[in-house]
Each structure stands twice: as structure tokens, then as C-alpha cells.
Nanobody, 122 residues
Framework: QVQLIESGGGLVQAGGSLRLSCAASGRIGSSYARGWFRQFPGKEREFVAAISATGDTTRYADSVKGRFTISRDNAKNTVYLQMNSLKPEDTAVYYC???????????????WGQGTQVTVSS
């Protein structure tokens, strides 16, 4: 069983930055792709970013390109989401996820974290 635990959410002013972390434990290794999603109130969860097992391939939603950066530290089984130039419309619950490939984590993640709230004030 895989456990994913997000941290780093909070309240920040527009234009500010936050870094989310997602630590993995259990039956997961560095061969898994990892990703981040977010969910707005009353909406479906949407894809934000993904990173391959080796970290050499990344994918981003158009809405966050140039502002968010996904990275990973396989020695710590942790993936990060650096969020810069935050906007009020980035306010959401952010979830990390795993998948067998970068494409798979984008479309059909196999495990989810519990989520962390990010609130951007104007």
C-alpha cells in the first residue's frame, strides 16, 4: 500500500510563492512517475504537473506553465511543486499522485494523497 502525504500549503498573497512537498511511503519506489492535481470547490480534480521516474520529463497544464515547477528527490521519495507568481485563481486543494508513466499519472493516477489547501489572497 502506498501512502502519499502532502505538506506546504497555506495562505499567501497574490504574487507570492509556496512550495508543496509530497512524501511517499509504502510499496512505492523511484520507478513511479509522480504528479500534482488541484480541485476547486464544486469542480472536478484537474491536472497541474507531472514528472517522470527519472525526473528528465515534465508536463504542465497551460494555466501554470512558466509559474510552477515540479521536481523530485528519489533518495527521499519526495516530489515538490514550486509555485511562483501565485494568483487568486490558484486557490484550491492540491493533491499529489502516482502513476506508472508520466502520461499515466496525468490521466489515470493509481494513488492519491489527502490534499493540502492553498489559498491566494488578492
Amino acid at each position: 500500500q502506498v501512502q502519499l502525504i502532502e505538506s506546504g500549503g497555506g495562505l499567501v498573497q497574490a504574487g507570492g510563492s509556496l512550495r508543496l512537498s509530497c512524501a511517499a511511503s509504502g510499496r512505492i519506489g523511484s520507478s513511479y512517475a509522480r504528479g500534482w492535481f488541484r480541485q476547486f470547490p464544486g469542480k472536478e480534480r484537474e491536472f497541474v504537473a507531472a514528472i517522470s521516474a527519472t525526473g528528465d520529463t515534465t508536463r504542465y497544464a497551460d494555466s501554470v506553465k512558466g509559474r510552477f515547477t515540479i521536481s523530485r528527490d528519489n533518495a527521499k521519495n519526495t516530489v515538490y511543486l514550486q509555485m511562483n507568481s501565485l494568483k487568486p485563481e490558484d486557490t484550491a486543494v492540491y493533491y499529489c499522485a502516482t502513476g506508472t508513466t508520466t502520461l499515466a499519472v496525468t490521466t489515470a493516477p493509481t494513488s492519491w494523497g489527502q490534499g493540502t489547501q492553498v489559498t491566494v489572497s488578492s
